[in-house]
């Protein structure tokens, strides 16, 4: 079960990093991807570290969002500098697996005021 966290309203240009907190014997090789969803559209990927620990990010972010993982303490952040109006949306953390059954935990809203 993954936990995201961190979220909230900020004003554009500025910072949040976001926590994906997990239990679970198999986190530390697991794939993770942050996706979002804002309201009337789909989950859509943001960034995504794989097992060997490559990291790629969406587009949209390149530049302005990192991804990083803390094994010891089984937790993926989402560094997100520079923000923009467009990138409010509730964002979610998911791994391979439950992506493909389309199963989702509780997300958390970032919020970004112009």
């Known amino acids: 079960q993954l936990q995201a966290s961190g979220g909230g309203l900020v004003q554009a240009g500025e910072s949040l990093r976001l926590s994906c907190a997990a239990s679970?014997?198999?986190?530390?090789?697991?794939?993770i991807g942050w996706y979002r969803q804002a309201p009337g559209k789909q989950h859509g990927l943001v960034a995504y570290i794989g097992r060997g620990g490559s990291t790629r990010c969406a587009d949209s972010v390149k530049g302005r969002f990192t991804i990083s993982r803390d094994n010891a303490k089984n937790t993926v952040y989402l560094q997100m500098n520079s923000l923009k109006p467009e990138d409010t949306a509730v964002y979610y953390c998911n791994t391979d697996r439950n992506y493909a059954f389309n199963l989702w935990g509780q997300g958390t809203l970032v919020t970004v005021s112009s």
């Open positions: 679970g014997s198999t986190f530390s090789i697991d794939a």
